[in-house]
């Protein structure tokens, strides 16, 4: 899967085996990072620590409110942007994962 890809290449010394994008029940969109999703996410942070300006940029006051380790957006597009942001990703590469996402 793209998003998979992506984030395996973002974070390189992490392993990924999947990541799939989550709408939880109370209408947040996240990135579950499989198989451990928050020594991942702490090292996204690690690696672009101006991930969490650019996700309060997006709305996001907190970083998944800590529990889920990763942030939580009111809809896909502000993750995928958030996201595309955050690794400088090509047009290409931005245009595959809104076909991936159906956003």
Known sequence: MA???VLAR???DVRVESAVLIRAT???YWIQVEPDHY???ER???KYPHCAQLARACGVEAWGLMYRGCPEFRSKEDLLG????????????????????KC
């Open 39 to 41: 020594e991942y996410w």
């Open 10 to 12: 973002a974070v390189p």
């Open 44 to 46: 996204f942070r690690k």
């Open 26 to 28: 109370v209408g947040y």
């Open 82 to 101: 958030w996201l595309v942001d955050t690794l400088d990703l090509t047009q290409g590469e931005k245009s595959l994962l809104k076909i991936w996402c």
């Open 3 to 5: 998003l998979t890809r």
